[in-house]
Each structure stands twice: as structure tokens, then as C-alpha cells.
């Protein structure tokens, strides 16, 4: 695999027909599966990464698949204008922006979370900028823009891409993506062919810090319950997440958004269904919803008094994933990873239930993909076929 310095005058003659493709957060959740779906379909894949301990994950799917030879690996990051412009090369098919700062931690000081705010404006609004403009620079021939089901406006109704994105959600992250879909929004006027996709919650592999975080949480606590909120929403399966992206690039129509939900599924469900496939024998409660947004702030405080705390986990540390922590020479069977030695990295505190997590669990958010079903393939997947994607994986990284 190639790495860092990227001849931007390669052609497609000396790689026969093959397309290119450049993937912003390549390294996240999303990103490894879109870079795992691409090298699948036989794209040559240009993955940008800021860090080199993280760009294990992405070796280690290259090699299993046997498609190192079209795995380029590209320092840089979307806040760095000129690192996108040498990093995109000549002849782009399609860019999958996927890069974006999600979580803010409500336990650090409120200097901290400033910092993170400012953090977090700079990845997913000047990024998606940055972006664009690297776009049209170098000719790309469609952008694929990862977006977040939470820009819509909702009053309680099912979501889908005729409602309203009138007014800027209250949350950061939702903010800053909708943010976001201004400038793409606005590029598209001026020429640049682009998609908008909008995921809900998304379960699969190479996660740990979406519902993989709540099955580590469910995993650690020692409570004689497991506690739920009442709401439902849609989970889709971060496989056909990552397909839909491809078929957007590929088939659908200049403009265009879509909404990618899934199955509709209770948290009781969710947390059940995590237990039962980690042999662990507990009930889940269904908590009001005054109860248990109130809980989590009551966490949340105890959080920042006096360090990651939950009235319901325990104090076992949860080992980060890092290059240390695994060997990927060592891949075995199909994604099978053998363990070698523990991250010498600073644990990863154990998740609890939030504030915000107590909010999203306490409403019913539910998604309308008839859109996406039709003009994209999108398919649901079962509960237990997604969490057992997401624990194989957490299992195989050595974090259960």
C-alpha cells in the first residue's frame, strides 16, 4: 500500500479502468465500511487519516479482502485545505465525506467543552467547506456528503426527506452537520454534483463509540437491572449504510437526499437483545422518561465532580482500540483477529448513561427509508444480525 505521498498525475491506463475514489473519516465507523463496500466493489480507494495508529483497521480489511494494491493510504485532514487537495487525485470519481466530530464529553470542564465546541465547528463545518471547495478544484465527479437524520425538523412525526429543515438544530453536532448541508447545498447551485445522505442509528462492525458504546455500557454495569428509555427508532446495519452510499454515487439523480433507517426497533429491544447475546441474564426496565432523562444528568454531574461515574456501571476500564492492541498480520478466517497485547494507551473510561443518551432513548424517532429502499437497494437488517456484527467485532478488538 501506498502512503503519504500521493503522485496526483497517475492515470487510469496505468491501473487498467479502474475507478478512484477519495473517503474523508475513513478511519471512523462509517468510513471503514465504506472503504471496506468500496475496495469490495473494486474502487481504488484514496483513505485520508490524521493519525497513523489508526489506520490499522483499515490494513487489516485491505489484507483480508486481498486488495492491498488498491488501498492508498493519505495523511491530511479536512480542516487542511491544501492536505484534500494533494490528497484527492487526478481523475476522482466520487468524494465520501464521512468525516465528522460527533461527541462532546459532558464530564470534562466547561473550558474543555468550549474548546471541544470550537473543535467540532471546525471539522464538520469549515471540513465540509474545505471540501467542497477541493471538489471543484480537482474535477471530482460527484460528492457523497454523510449527514445526520437529526437536521430535519420534527414535531413527533415520522421522518423522511419531505420534511422541513427550516430551523438549526439546538445539539452541536446536528448544528454543525446541517451547517454542513448548506454548503453542499449551495455548491450544487453552483455546479458541483453532489448527494446528501441523512443515517439514523447505524450498528455494525468497527464500532465502539456509537451503539457499540451502549453494548460496552450494558456489557460493564453491575446493577441487578438494565434500565431503558420508552422510545423507538429505526437501526440500520452499517454494511447496507455503506452500500446505499455507493449506489448514490452511482446511480442517483443530481440533488438528491435520502433518509436511511432501518428496522424499527424498542431500546428495551436493543439492550435485550445485547444481553442475551452476551449470556448475561438481567431484566431491562422501561424507565418514564422524566425518570431517566433525570437520571442522566444526575450522571452527567457526577461525571464532572468526580471523574466518569454512573450510579449503574462499575469501574472496570474498557481497553481502547489501537494499533497495540491487535496484530494484523495475524488475521485468521474471515476477519478473525488474533489479540497480542494490551493498548499502552490511556484506558478508555467506561460509557454511562448520559444526559443525551437519556433524552434520544425517551422519544420515538422514527424513519421513513421508502425512498432509499427503492432508488437505492437500502435494505433492513434483523436486531440480532446487527448487534452480533457489532460484538464479533468489539470481541475481536479485545474490548469485551
Known amino acids: 500500500m501506498s502512503e503519504d ?3 496526483n498525475n497517475d492515470n487510469d491506463s496505468e491501473n487498467g479502468d479502474i475507478k478512484k475514489c477519495f473517503v474523508t473519516g475513513s478511519t471512523g465507523f462509517l468510513g471503514c465500511n465504506i472503504v471496506e463496500q468500496l475496495l469490495i466493489q473494486g474502487y481504488q480507494v484514496y483513505a485520508l487519516y490524521r493519525s497513523k495508529n489508526k489506520v490499522f483497521e483499515l490494513n487489516s480489511i485491505a489484507k483480508r479482502l486481498n486488495k492491498q494494491d488498491q488501498l492508498i493510504l493519505v495523511k491530511g485532514d479536512v480542516t487542511n485545505y491544501k492536505s484534500l487537495l494533494k490528497g484527492i487525485p487526478d481523475q476522482c470519481v466520487y468524494v465520501f465525506h464521512a468525516a465528522a466530530l460527533i461527541e462532546l464529553d459532558a464530564s470534562e470542564s466547561q473550558q474543555s467543552i468550549e474548546q471541544q ?18 471538489c471543484f478544484n480537482r474535477g471530482v465527479k460527484r460528492l457523497i456528503y454523510t449527514s445526520t437524520i437529526a437536521c430535519y425538523d420534527v414535531e413527533g412525526r415520522v421522518i423522511n426527506e419531505q420534511c422541513k429543515k427550516e430551523n438549526l438544530p439546538r445539539s452541536g453536532y446536528s448544528r454543525t452537520k446541517r451547517i454542513g448541508e448548506l454548503y453542499v447545498e449551495d455548491a450544487i447551485r453552483r455546479g458541483l454534483d453532489a448527494v446528501i445522505i441523512s443515517p439514523g442509528f447505524i450498528i455494525g462492525k468497527y464500532d465502539e463509540s456509537s451503539v457499540g458504546s451502549f453494548i460496552l455500557m450494558v456489557a460493564h454495569q453491575s446493577s441487578q437491572t438494565i434500565s431503558a428509555g420508552v422510545g423507538k427508532t429505526n437501526f440500520s446495519s452499517a454494511d447496507e449504510v455503506a452500500k446505499a452510499h455507493i449506489t448514490a454515487a452511482q446511480v442517483a439523480p443530481n440533488g438528491s437526499e435520502y433518509c436511511l433507517g432501518g428496522t424499527l426497533i424498542s431500546w428495551k429491544e436493543l439492550y435485550e437483545q ?7 441474564e438481567k431484566p431491562v426496565v422501561a424507565v418514564s422518561p422524566l425518570k431517566y432523562i433525570l437520571t442522566g444528568k444526575l450522571n452527567d454531574l457526577m461525571a464532572k465532580w468526580f471523574g466518569r461515574y454512573s450510579t449503574t456501571t462499575t469501574s472496570t476500564t474498557i481497553k481502547p482500540i489501537s494499533s ?3 496484530d494484523i498480520n495475524s488475521s485468521v478466517g474471515d476477519g478473525d483477529i488474533k489479540t497480542t497485547k494490551a493498548s499502552k494507551s490511556k484506558p478508555r473510561p467506561p460509557p454511562y448513561q448520559s444526559f443525551f443518551l437519556s ?10 427509508s421508502t425512498k432509499a429502499n427503492n432508488q437505492l437497494n ?23
Do not use: H, P
Open 117 to 134: 465546541q470550537k473543535q467540532q465547528y471546525e471539522t464538520n463545518v469549515n471540513g465540509t467547506a474545505n471540501v467542497v471547495e477541493a
Open 274 to 280: 445485547v444481553l442475551f447475546q452476551l449470556s448475561i
Open 324 to 326: 497495540e492492541a491487535t
Open 359 to 368: 433524552c434520544i432513548q425517551s422519544v420515538n424517532f422514527i424513519i421513513d
Open 5 to 7: 505521498n500521493i503522485n
Open 378 to 400: 437500502f435494505k433492513s437488517q434483523t436486531l440480532e444480525y446487527m448487534i452480533n456484527e457489532n460484538i464479533q467485532w468489539l470481541k475481536q478488538r479485545n474490548l469485551l
